[in-house]
């Protein structure tokens, strides 16, 4: 359950500047549907408007990574950050891109293997081998 109220659709129409935002969304996504994160975030328009910024600068203006790529990159980090919503909203965004099961299955190997090793390097206080600074 959510802790801050989800908007509804009545409730955008009344702030034209939460509005505006709401009908950007799905302009740019080609659908009518605005998740529950947007929704939470029209209590803040500022906000709102910001994120929504941000979102589509780095996850829809083309770049040099491929939009699969961003998607499976942003699972990696909200399994890391444990936040259970952007990975599965993610994972359903993958898989509008092309993601496939054996992708997946493979992509999740990775991100557990990172988790891993990454345990036991930073457990042991392992050092940076010098080879491996960037200078």
């Given at each position: 359950?959510?802790t801050?109220?989800?908007?509804?659709?009545?409730?955008?129409?009344a702030?034209?500047?939460?509005?505006?935002?709401?009908?950007?969304?799905?302009v740019?996504?080609?659908?009518?549907?605005?998740n529950n994160?947007?929704?939470a975030?029209?209590?803040?328009?500022?906000?709102?408007?910001?994120?929504?910024?941000?979102?589509?600068?780095?996850?829809?203006?083309?770049?040099?990574?491929d939009?699969?790529?961003?998607e499976?990159?942003?699972?990696?980090?909200?399994?890391?950050?444990?936040?259970?919503?952007?990975?599965?909203?993610?994972t359903?965004?993958?898989r509008?891109?092309g993601?496939t099961d054996?992708?997946?299955?493979?992509?999740?190997a990775?991100?557990?293997?990172?988790?891993?090793?990454?345990?036991?390097a930073n457990?042991m206080?392992?050092?940076?081998?010098?080879?491996?600074?960037a200078?």
């Amino acid at each position: 359950m959510a802790t801050v109220k989800l908007w509804s659709d009545e409730e955008v129409a009344a702030v034209p500047a939460v509005k505006a935002v709401f009908d950007d969304i799905r302009v740019t996504r080609k659908s009518d549907f605005v998740n529950n994160f947007w929704r939470a975030l029209a209590n803040q328009p500022r906000l709102l408007e910001r994120t929504w910024a941000s979102v589509k600068q780095v996850m829809v203006e083309p770049g040099t990574l491929d939009p699969l790529t961003k998607e499976l990159i942003y699972i990696a980090v909200s399994a890391t950050n444990s936040c259970s919503y952007c990975v599965h909203s993610h994972t359903a965004a993958a898989r509008a891109k092309g993601l496939t099961d054996e992708q997946y299955a493979e992509f999740l190997a990775v991100v557990g293997m990172a988790a891993e090793t990454n345990t036991l390097a930073n457990s042991m206080q392992i050092p940076v081998d010098r080879e491996f600074l960037a200078e």
